[in-house]
Nanobody
Framework: QVRLVESGGGLVHAGGSLRLSCAASGLTFGSLTVGWFRQAPGKEREFVAAITWTSRTDYVDFVKGRFTISRDNARNTVYLQMNSLKSEDTAVYYC????????????????WGQGTQVSVSS
């Protein structure tokens, strides 16, 4: 059974940092693309960042320079380091994995975690 578990969310002041983790069981991250998405209340789920099996990374413009995605294949875990957080970063953050061809659309990912809440107070 495939399972993705996010952790590391919480409440932080604007300008602060959090590191999200996505740990997988039942599959091997090393051969897949892993993405982070977020969904704020009343909004659609949106792409944040992704890392391919070759460790190529992609970020949406509004997190470039603030967020960093990385992977530890030995631990079967992907991380999202989030710095200089803003109130508009408040959302539920989801990790997803799959053999995607186009890494930004959520529909391309086969496996999803349950999400972790990130709240940034201004």
């Amino acid at each position: 059974q495939v399972r993705l578990v996010e952790s590391g969310g919480g409440l932080v002041h604007a300008g602060g940092s959090l590191r999200l983790s996505c740990a997988a069981s039942g599959l091997t991250f090393g051969s897949l693309t892993v993405g982070w998405f977020r969904q704020a209340p009343g909004k659609e789920r949106e792409f944040v960042a992704a890392i391919t099996w070759t460790s190529r990374t992609d970020y949406v413009d509004f997190v470039k320079g603030r967020f960093t995605i990385s992977r530890d294949n030995a631990r079967n875990t992907v991380y999202l380091q989030m710095n200089s957080l803003k109130s508009e970063d408040t959302a539920v953050y989801y990790c997803a994995a799959g053999p995607v061809a186009d890494i930004r659309p959520p529909s391309g990912y086969r496996y999803w975690g349950q999400g972790t809440q990130v709240s940034v107070s201004s």
